[in-house]
């Protein structure tokens, strides 16, 4: 087994989540979730909250709220990813400030950078487009790909197996418990941003991308110990 960096700063694989990690998409879904509520299922608008529907997938989060029904929930579903997509294609989308370059300093670093979200392929492709970060990852899993979503460990182990990544030399990059959990339980370390919530849960917390960035930069900058000298 590979041995693990003495940093989860200096992983060769990060593996980021999307949704409130590298987008301030929170208000976008929020108003995406409630639309489609108030057309399917207006009782539960009354004690709507989304903060903990956070890292979960788009189906999970209506079962969450009550929503009963293959039918009424496939609606549910499907109004709030338009209602989305609408959104996002209307300018609402902006990527979090530092989200650009951290991914350009874990590329001049020689890291490697994935998402692994629970939006579904369709939106984040959408949202990777608008934000201009269609090609800023080595690959991608989505809710399509995961046969269960997040606090399910699915998503982290279909993206190493894809990609045949180990767990000692990656990082999860995480603003949400559940895809702290998730992340946790496919064995990775996992660094939290955002949200002061994970951080007791993080291997490591950052505020910000900026500070992030700024402390992956001085991870890779420092120069190697050198080996010690040896006694009988």
Not at 81 to 98: M, N, P, Q, S, W
Not at 110 to 128: N, Q
Not at 147 to 166: F, I, N, T
Request: with cysteine; glycine share 8%; aromatic share 6%.
């Amino acid at each position: 087994m590979t041995a693990a960096p003495a940093s989860p700063l200096a992983a060769r694989n990060f593996l980021f989540d999307f949704d409130g990690t590298l987008a301030d998409s929170a208000p976008l879904h929020a108003d995406a979730f409630r639309a489609a509520l108030a057309v399917e299922a207006p009782a539960a608008l009354a004690g709507f909250d989304y903060e903990p529907l956070k890292g979960l997938n788009t189906r999970e989060a209506f079962e969450r709220l009550g929503v009963a029904g293959a039918e009424r929930l496939s609606r549910c579903v499907a109004r709030k990813r338009a209602a989305y997509r609408d959104a996002v294609r209307a300018g609402g989308l902006r990527a979090f400030r530092g989200a650009h370059e951290l991914l350009a300093t874990l590329r001049r670093a020689g890291a490697r950078s994935y998402l692994v979200t629970s939006g579904s392929s369709a939106s984040i492709a959408l949202a990777l487009e608008r934000l201009d970060l269609a090609c800023a990852f080595a690959g991608i899993v989505a809710s399509d790909d995961a046969a269960r979503g997040k606090p399910a460990p699915d998503p982290y182990l279909e993206c190493m197996r894809r990609h045949a990544l180990d767990a000692a030399g990656s990082v999860a990059v995480e603003d949400a418990p559940s895809g702290v959990e998730s992340a946790r339980a496919a064995g990775l370390r996992v660094i939290g941003v955002h949200n002061p919530i994970v951080a007791p849960l993080a291997d490591r917390y950052f505020p910000t991308l900026d500070t992030l960035a700024a402390a992956i930069a001085d991870e890779r900058a420092r120069p190697a110990l050198a080996p010690g000298p040896r006694y009988a």
